[in-house]
């Protein structure tokens, strides 16, 4: 399954990159809604995370890893829980010197018979996943532009 969005940010491609690279207010991010995240990489390109959250009543478990840093235009991520593996894929494109276009996808995969019916069970409900995943990711860029306007 996947989900992809774009988004459109009047701010230049070093500040938009350096917000999305920013692990630790992330990290800081998921803690403040209830995951538990033990950092268990170093920094930037060799960063990994192992991360526990409520997910549907059972407390799941989740490995996270820097796969891909390209500094200013991308960053990768592999994720692994309970046989779903998915890849996070962060781009930006500078469309001016003052305007950054950032995509996000997402693409899950399950190894397991159970972890299929997870899967499938997800791109079943694809139409308000891709609405709230949009949704999530233009809010972010929102805060994004909203930084950007605060410093500067």
Known sequence: MELNTRHEIDAPIEFVFDQVSDFTAFERQAMRRGAEVTRTGGAEAEASWQVGFPFRGS???????????ATPEAIDLSAESDGVTGLIKVGLVPLSPQRTALAVGLTLAGSSIGS?????????????????????????????????????
């Open 59 to 69: 407390e799941r478990r989740m490995k996270l890893r820097v796969i891909r840093f």
């Open 116 to 152: 299929k019916l997870v899967v499938q069970s997800l791109k079943l409900a694809r139409g308000t996943l891709e609405t709230r995943f949009s949704n999530r990711v233009e809010g972010y860029a929102y805060e994004v532009l909203a930084r950007w306007q605060r410093q500067g």
